[in-house]
């Protein structure tokens, strides 16, 4: 039985690709392309003569049998038009059910545009809220973004260059006026990363072109209220809470640090 390899494919720059899923587009028997055209451009690149089907959102669910008649006789590479197959891209389906057929599928990982935007956006982000593309109309998408608006960390997010204003619009109505950083086109030739407020991004992309990729920077915390010593102190006593509960509740309600909670409990 043949694997199924998850390839993904430069997501501007054609350089932007590994040896070993170079290696994978030449071995495969078969590569299921989101867009014919454009993986041909990239195989034609690399030299690379393979047999090429399409399979995308419209056509997934009459290709998706042929494809796993192909495992069946060899390895499939499925690629998609940028990045990796299966996020925000064709492909879910297919994974599926070629698990449920009983192949292996393999990932090839590669260039990412969210990855890259993250890391070039200069906002904190030990982790991140994916938030992919959100929906076209706005009410639907202003209510997507403030779900997620609590969030402490950074919003991620992609956008066509004819709605992107609209999302900007509603990213300010939403969020308020917070940093973000709006990655245009990248790794191609007219790479754009603009950081700063929304209000500024409304201003600075007037007439938007590209492929957008946008970082928001996430929540401010929201300082906990703090509850008076005295009372708290009073409160436990009463209570005849033992001291280890006792120091660690006037901590969490008074925001001492655990030390100094430990001396007000002790205190004659």
């Not at 990045?83 to 599926?96: R, W």
């Not at 639907?140 to 960390?153: H, N, Q, V, W, Y």
């Not at 906990?224 to 006593?237: G, M, P």
Request: proline share 6%; aromatic share 4%; charged share 25%.
């Amino acid at each position: 039985m043949g694997k199924l390899f998850l390839v993904a494919t430069p997501i501007g720059n054609l350089d932007d690709i590994t040896l070993r899923a170079l290696r994978v587009l030449r071995e495969a028997s078969l590569v299921a392309a989101e867009d014919t055209r454009t993986a041909r451009i990239l195989l034609r690149h690399y030299d690379i003569d393979a047999r090429v089907t399409s399979y995308n959102e419209h056509n997934h669910a009459r290709k998706t049998p042929d494809i796993l008649a192909a495992l069946e006789d060899g390895d499939v590479a499925l690629t998609t038009d940028a990045g990796m197959p299966a996020i925000s891209d064709p492909g879910q389906e297919l994974v599926a059910a070629a698990v449920a057929a009983g192949h292996t599928v393999v990932p090839i990982p590669g260039a990412s545009a969210v990855v890259a935007a993250v890391a070039a956006s200069g906002i904190p982000a030990r982790s991140f809220h994916y938030l992919g593309f959100l929906p076209r109309q706005s009410g639907p998408r202003r209510r997507a973004l403030t779900e997620a608006a609590g969030s402490g960390d950074p919003l991620v997010l992609y956008e066509s260059p004819h709605r992107v204003r609209a999302l900007l619009a509603d990213i300010q109505t939403a969020l308020g006026d917070r940093h973000i950083a709006v990655c245009r086109e990248l790794t191609k030739m007219y790479e754009e990363i603009w950081r700063g407020p929304t209000s500024g991004a409304l201003a600075h992309f007037t007439e938007p072109r590209g492929e957008f990729t946008i970082v928001i920077a996430g929540a401010e915390p929201t300082p906990a209220a703090s509850e008076d010593l005295t009372d708290v102190v009073s409160e436990l006593r009463a209570r005849h809470t033992p001291a280890k509960t006792a120091v660690a509740e006037i901590a969490r309600r008074t925001g001492l640090p655990r030390r100094e909670a430990y001396d007000a409990w002790h205190r004659d």
